[in-house]
């Protein structure tokens, strides 16, 4: 089985730039997660998507950044314009759909630097 | 509010020594609860979770964590480190209730000392 694939594994930009993380679920998880994991802390929660809707944005900053699942399967996440502050480890992770099966599979993640 | 904490940062322990890396949450529904383990560039990996019924589960690489309900706990443990282990770890909790939002403690660092 496939795990979660996420591109690219490392991006440098300037800061007032934009830039876009892609993540591609295990097949057939209806639950996908977009996480940042600033260095020495723990991943902290963007959103969450249940097929193509959102069920949590709340820690979101909606100002700069944005998010996407179109047709429920692939998502992208966002940013424009970024900070410096941005600076982490995007995590996109997914997992099944209801019951117990709250796991959640990671993706080994996008390294973004601003500059 | 939902909330774990790992009150550790680092630990440092010798090759061959038991290990236990605590972990408490603060939820107000019945929750689930996991171990991921993090290797430096390398991406979060499950080693154990607790769902419901037995309060100590097995999980990979010979770890075992207890859910203690009255403490609100669930620390991780290893009768016997292997320097392999040095990594981060990470508590983490979800409930349905709260549509299985999974929120992390800050993790702990182990280090292995030979």
């Known amino acids: 089985e496939a795990g979660v694939a996420q591109s690219p594994r490392y991006k440098i930009i300037e800061k007032r730039q934009s830039v876009a993380f892609w993540c591609n679920p295990i097949s057939g998880h209806a639950t996908l997660y977009w996480y940042q994991q600033i260095l020495g802390q723990g991943p902290k929660l963007l959103i969450q998507?249940?097929?193509?809707?959102?069920?949590?944005d709340s820690q979101l900053p909606k100002d700069r950044f944005s998010a996407e699942r179109l047709k429920g399967v692939d998502s992208t996440l966002k940013i424009q314009p970024a900070k410096l502050e941005d600076s982490a480890v995007y995590l996109c992770?997914?997992?099944?759909?209801?019951?117990?099966?709250?796991?959640?599979?990671f993706g080994q993640g996008t390294r973004l630097t601003v500059v | 509010a939902q909330s774990v904490t790992q009150p550790d940062i680092h630990i440092t322990v010798s090759e061959g020594a038991s290990l236990e890396l605590r972990c408490n949450y603060s939820y107000g529904a019945t929750p689930y609860l996991f171990w991921y383990v993090q290797s430096p560039g390398q991406g979060l990996q499950l080693l154990l979770k607790y769902f419901s019924g037995d309060t100590l589960v097995q999980g990979i690489k010979g770890f075992e964590a207890e859910f203690k309900r009255s403490q609100s706990s669930f620390n991780l443990r290893k009768p016997s480190v292997h320097w392999s282990d040095a990594a981060e770890y990470f508590c983490a909790v979800s409930a349905r209730e709260y549509g299985n939002k999974l929120v992390f403690g800050a993790g702990t660092i182990l280090r292995v000392k030979s």
């Open positions: 998507f249940q097929n193509n809707g959102v069920v949590d």
């Open positions: 992770a997914s997992s099944l759909v209801g019951g117990r099966d709250t796991e959640a599979f």
